[in-house]
């Protein structure tokens, strides 16, 4: 039975207060790529996704969000790309938020290109 709590006229019950969490998938973590166009995937877990967005530092302007993606499927594998990298040595993320502004994100990666 869910928690809920009537103060005065206001009632509290099934607030979310969990991030997002996120699985990223591939490339894999420290990968090596020979070739410019990658696809990102990645999983996000939540009741009330919203977005996620795919953070990276492969331009000029380095660390910074590359592509939102509006409707990420909850617990299944997601995707962004594919992405033209230069060649490099890159890191990326996922961040999701949530419809009560939560958010979270994966760990950061590196990819070698």
Do not use: R
């Not at 490339?27 to 877990?45: E, H, Q």
């Not at 919203?50 to 993606?69: F, V």
């Amino acid at each position: 039975m869910p928690a809920v709590k009537t103060i005065g006229k206001i009632t509290i019950g099934n607030i979310d207060i969990s991030n997002p969490e996120v699985t990223l998938v591939s490339p894999d973590n420290d990968a090596w790529i020979n070739y410019v166009d990658v696809t990102f995937s990645y999983i996000p877990n939540d009741t009330s996704l919203q977005n996620c967005s795919l953070w990276g530092n492969w331009s000029d302007i380095g660390w910074h969000l590359n592509e939102t993606n509006t409707s990420p499927i909850s617990e299944q594998t997601n995707y962004f790309g594919p992405k033209i990298i230069p060649e490099g040595y890159h890191i990326w993320t996922v961040e999701c938020y949530d419809s009560l502004g939560n958010s979270g994100s994966g760990p950061i990666y590196n990819l070698n290109i």
